[in-house]
């Protein structure tokens, strides 16, 4: 069903050409490029552009995956924005994404628009071929990826290209829940205020109602709400309700089973799900689309025996309920199973490892009770001698406090793990931990010296994390460019260190320019980020965690990898090989690469129909 309206190309430096009258044959100069093996390139051309192209010409011209050059590809690598008008804005070029052609683009590229009148037709061509323009001004400008990245960058579109299944059945029951429960919680809502709040969605009707009966409450954030409704006796009765309705609601994660219906072909298969280079500062994947990255671990066992305990009654939040079901709907097809595996703790190794901190190591390449010495640190004990209940403490501090957090981002964490401690008592904590881990501690200041070292003597290299990775600021553009054990670089562009009044005098600010952020209207600058020690070793041990990731997956190749997320490969495979597959994913991921051979890595994995957490 998919037509192409038009389309423009450019050959080298010649000058961009349009096609619009003669869809059904491609121009012999560009179909014998393509024949001839040429280097296809385009802005997020892997994601769109060939898989139509290859639909509709692939008879002609098949564009091969080794062909392909994406431009956005490489601009994320750098730290460069991933939509082409902000790509353009960011670096300052001459050329302007053409609004009023994309706005056409847009309206004439839906399902239900008539045909385009001859005059909308010549506009959409003009639009075309500036678009391919600005393309070559970026590509120009925007290097390479390094020869031994783009193995994982084809690597990555091969696993859109596959996909991973759906259980359809089972995402329009929860639909239809859904929207069941949608009604039931509206009217409750209307009845409860006296028909002033007719809608969950409606925050400040709902906020300005609950805070004249008293509550006082400063925003209808989830910690907000959250906190509120632990505490019912502060409130009115009618108060609590309110906010747990509200609560209940906006969980936007049960809108995905809309969104993975809308998204999986006839084969039930959903596809193109996942964003390489999607975090730029580190290199790591990201997801759109259902977004199988932000999927909620809370996971049901049994997704059908939750649908009937909804339609019985027997579930006091349809909402909580449905989202359990958000992993387990993605499965594997009859008589094939998911393979699951995934690094342990591998950015807390990674920082050990960064830091060369011993006490840490020796856990990590022993009996792994980091958890426990963190907690025998933080409350005065021996090891042994540590409780269930402080060893979760423990654990909360590894998760939170290994770049630099502090109270509150032990609070936070604590809270997602049912840990409950006073304010007073997350100070003493982080405080306690920092003492225990002087390795980690001293990582963060020197990590933060070097950087700033590099940019106050650009175009020199300085080796920080003893000798594993090393910084250079570019003196033409300010970008700063750090080198990871495995060669690859991540990139802060235009990095400045400014001096500034501190609590102790005069200190340095570190920022960036960020580009999957967007300047306010009327700026003239693009928004910075402020960066510091602690958050620099995040981004390191998330690159390297990455990069080992990486590795694992060109190792796993061979195999049919569906699914990459956070430190997790799942690989669809026939169930009678499963447990080959799985011992093979344990060897390869409990391995380290050969350029960090000394890396405490291991893993975990198991064999299931549906996905879990």
């Known amino acids: ?67 392909i050059d994406d431009t956005m590809d490489r601009a994320r690598a750098v730290g460069i924005p ?24 847009m309206r004439l590229c839906k399902a239900d628009n008539p045909e385009p009148t ?5 506009r959409l061509a003009e639009y075309c071929l500036m678009d391919v323009e600005v393309e070559s001004a970026l590509a120009k400008r925007i290097p390479a990826l390094p020869d031994f990245e783009v193995p994982v960058m084809r690597l990555s579109h091969e696993i859109n290209r596959r996909g991973f299944m759906i259980d359809r059945h089972l995402c329009e029951q929860a639909v239809m829940f859904a929207e069941q429960e949608n009604i039931e919680l509206s009217a409750r809502l209307s009845t409860l205020t006296d028909g002033l709040v007719t809608r969950h969605t409606q ?16 925003n209808l954030q989830k910690q907000t709400l959250e906190d509120a409704v632990e505490n019912p006796a502060d409130y009115d009765p009618v108060v609590v309700e309110i906010l747990e ?23 039930d298969r959903i596809r193109g799900t996942f964003v390489y280079y999607g975090a730029s500062a580190t290199g790591r994947w990201s997801g759109r689309g259902i977004q199988p990255h932000n999927l909620p671990r809370e996971t049901s066992d049994d997704p059908y025996t939750v649908l009937a305990d909804i339609q019985s009654g027997q579930v006091r939040s349809v909402y909580k309920a449905l989202s359990t079901l958000l992993r387990p709907m993605i499965m594997a097809p009859k008589g094939k199973k998911l393979v699951r595996c995934d690094f342990s703790a591998i950015e807390g190794r990674i920082v050990a490892w960064m830091a060369n901190d011993t006490i840490a190591l020796t856990e990590y390449r022993g009996a792994g009770r980091l958890y426990e010495r963190a907690a025998a640190g933080i409350y005065g004990v021996h090891i042994d001698k540590v409780t269930k209940q402080q060893r979760q403490v423990g654990k909360v501090a590894e998760l939170a406090l290994g770049f630099q957090g502090g109270p509150n981002a032990f609070a936070s964490m604590a809270k997602n793990y049912g840990v409950r401690v006073p304010e ?8 306690k931990w920092r003492s225990s881990r002087p390795a980690v501690v001293n990582l963060w200041s020197a990590v933060e010296d070097v950087a700033v070292k590099a940019f106050r003597n650009k175009g020199h290299v300085f080796p920080a994390c003893m000798g594993k990775v090393h910084f250079i600021v570019d003196p033409a553009s300010d970008d700063l460019w750090i080198k990871l054990p495995s060669s690859r670089y991540i990139c802060l562009p235009a990095f400045r260190v400014d001096v500034e009044d501190g609590f102790y005098g005069p200190r340095n600010k570190l920022s960036y320019k960020r580009g999957n952020w967007t300047p306010a209207a009327g700026a003239k600058d693009w928004p910075r980020a402020d960066t510091y020690g602690g958050s620099l070793v995040e981004s390191l041990a998330q690159g390297i965690a990455r990069d080992v990731m990486a590795v694992a997956m060109l190792k796993l190749k061979h ?24 011992n093979a994913m344990k060897n390869i991921m409990g391995t380290p690469p050969t350029w960090a051979r000394d890396l405490p890595v291991t893993s975990e994995g198991e064999i299931s129909q549906r996905f879990g957490k």
């Not at 001859?118 to 010549?122: G, S, V």
């Not at 309705?245 to 084969?267: E, H, P, V, W």
């Not at 007073?424 to 405080?431: H, L, M, N, P, R």
């Open 245 to 267: 309705i509200r609560l209940s609601g906006a969980k936007a994660s049960t809108a995905k089973f809309q969104a993975a219906i809308n998204m999986a072909g006839d084969d």
């Open 82 to 105: 991933a939509m082409l008008k902000k790509a353009a804005m960011f670096m300052n070029l001459d050329l302007r994404k053409d609004m009023e052609g994309h706005n056409l683009m």
């Open 118 to 122: 001859d005059e909308e037709l010549d």
């Open 424 to 431: 007073s008592e997350a100070k003493d904590i982080v405080k």
């Open 203 to 218: 925050r400040g009707r709902i906020l300005n109602f609950v805070n004249d009966l008293g509550a006082k409450l400063p």
């Open 559 to 582: 195999y049919p990898i569906i699914m990459h997320v956070h430190d997790e490969i799942v690989i669809e495979c026939d169930e009678n090989n499963a447990d080959t597959v799985l």
């Open 1 to 67: 069903s998919t037509e192409i309206l038009c389309y423009a190309y450019k050959i080298d430096d010649q000058p961009a050409v349009s096609v619009k009258d003669t869809m059904d044959v491609v121009p012999y100069e560009l179909s014998k490029a393509i024949r001839d093996g040429a280097s296809v390139r385009g802005w997020n051309i892997a994601g769109f552009d060939v898989p139509v192209w290859n639909n509709i010409y692939g008879h002609q011209a098949e564009i091969l995956p080794e062909q």
